[in-house]
T-cell receptor
């Protein structure tokens, strides 16, 4: 079964705007990762945040992790049409990687 | 190879037939994972290997599904007596280290299976 739950399920924004998507999970984790999936394509790893980290940046991506609330957020700043994809969080509890159902992001040029 | 390679990319089979899906992980990666992804859903864990040893197969839906990695590199996921509900994208992934904690897993493009 899948542990992560992304919110919202779908998001549509104008190019240049920021996009925020959230992930909630149920059990203790070692780390949390975000992946992007372009339509019908493979999953691309974006960023990993460990359980003892609260925030991490990579280019236009900013990830936060709140282990007390068992939630994470992914912020994409200055969005581009090429950011259109599905975004998944994956939690690592030391035994398995669990993926959520994903957020479908559409960036309108 | 440069990335995780899966074959075939697309497979259409008749109900009741057996299918074998192949995964060639990134060279040197110790761990190999199989996931299944239905349309509009996230990847669902099936099984994983460290080297040739199958560490966890708790995600395999039933005994028609099996996987092997005999030499610790290429892996085959076999589905026997396929059913229409087996239709999905089957994804393979690999990671450098043993176990999962802190390892980035790299996915292949997947194998689309359609059972008619």
């Amino acid at each position: 079964s899948q542990q992560g739950e992304e919110d919202p399920q779908a998001l549509s924004i104008q190019e240049g705007e920021n996009a925020t998507m959230n992930c909630s999970y149920k059990t203790s984790i070692n780390n949390l990762q975000w992946y992007r999936q372009n339509s019908g394509r493979g999953l691309v790893h974006l960023i990993l945040i460990r359980s003892n980290e609260r925030e991490k940046h990579s280019g236009r991506l900013r990830v936060t992790l709140d282990t007390s609330k068992k939630s994470s957020s992914l912020l994409i700043t200055a969005s581009r049409a090429a950011d259109t994809a599905s975004y998944f969080c994956a939690t690592d509890d030391g035994n398995q990687f669990y993926f959520g159902t994903g957020t479908s992001l559409t960036v309108i040029p | 190879g440069a990335g995780v390679s899966q074959s075939p990319r697309y497979k259409v089979t008749k109900r009741g037939q057996d299918v074998a899906l192949r995964c060639d992980p990134i060279s040197g990666h110790v761990s190999l994972y199989w996931y299944r992804q239905a349309l509009g859903q996230g990847p669902e864990f099936l099984t994983y290997f460290n080297y040739e040893a199958q560490q966890d197969k708790s995600g395999l839906p039933n005994d028609r599904f099996s996987a092997e990695r005999p030499e610790g590199s290429i892996s085959t996921l076999t589905i026997q007596r396929t059913e229409q509900r087996d239709s999905a994208m089957y994804r393979c992934a690999s990671s450098l280290g043993q176990g999962r904690s802190g390892n980035t897993i790299y996915f292949g493009e997947g194998s689309w299976l359609t059972v008619v």
